[in-house]
């Protein structure tokens, strides 16, 4: 059994440039989440889904963030005219339907030269 | 904004030794979970305890929770040089699949 996986594992781009990231949730997890991790601070929620919908998107920050699970398994994080700032760590989880315990993946580290 | 705070925010101790790290927040929860994480990449899921559970215990982990001070403490018995990393403790709401809130986490480093 696969565990969540994300890719790139690293991501470098330039400002005001636009990106995707990807996770991959354990196969039948129907809840996925995307959290965003800056040095030094604990994950922050960005946006979570059940199933296809995002069932609360209140984390993400502005209007550049967006996110997509169009067929209820993999997601796509968006980011579009990058900012120094979007530097961080992306992390994602996946959880049962009834699931507390969600299942992180290694996470994608985005760095805005 | 985060909704804990750990504490310490680092922690050094021997190996051998008991850690404990302590967390506190600040709305009501359903559950509490400890993550611990290595080298700021994907987190493990370590022990999940119940609002009306008082402690639990998986290995060399114990957990109590206090929900009329609303903290928590994570202790980790026997520390082994391979303990180390940071920990941080989360809380979800009272409805089944709530984001996870995390606090700042505390960093511990276990000489050998």
């Known amino acids: 059994g696969a565990g969540v996986s994300q890719t790139p594992s690293n991501k470098v781009t330039e400002k005001g440039k636009y990106v995707e990231l990807r996770c991959d949730p354990i196969?039948?997890?129907?809840?996925l989440y995307w959290y965003r991790q800056s040095l030094g601070q604990g994950p922050e929620f960005l946006i979570y889904f059940q199933g296809t919908g995002a069932a609360d998107d209140s984390g993400l920050p502005n209007d550049r963030f967006f996110a997509v699970r169009p067929e209820g398994s993999v997601s796509t994080l968006k980011i579009q005219r990058t900012e120094r700032g979007d530097s961080a760590v992306y992390l994602c989880a996946s959880s049962q339907w009834d699931g507390r315990e969600q299942f992180f993946g290694p996470g994608t580290r985005l760095t805005v030269l | 904004s985060q909704q804990g705070e750990e504490d310490p925010q680092a922690l050094s101790i021997q190996e051998g030794e008991n850690a404990t790290m302590n967390c506190s927040y600040k709305t009501s929860i359903n559950n509490l979970q400890w993550y611990r994480q290595n080298s700021g990449r994907g987190l493990v899921h370590l022990i999940l305890?119940?609002?009306?559970?008082r402690e639990k215990h998986s290995g060399r982990l114990r957990v109590t929770l206090d929900t009329s001070k609303k903290s928590s403490s994570l202790l980790i018995t026997a520390s082994r040089a391979a303990d180390t990393a940071s920990y941080f403790c989360a809380t979800d709401g009272d409805s089944g699949n709530t984001p996870l809130v995390f606090g700042k986490g505390t960093r511990l480093s276990v000489i050998a």
């Open positions: 196969s039948g997890h129907t809840a």
């Open positions: 305890i119940r609002s009306n559970e």
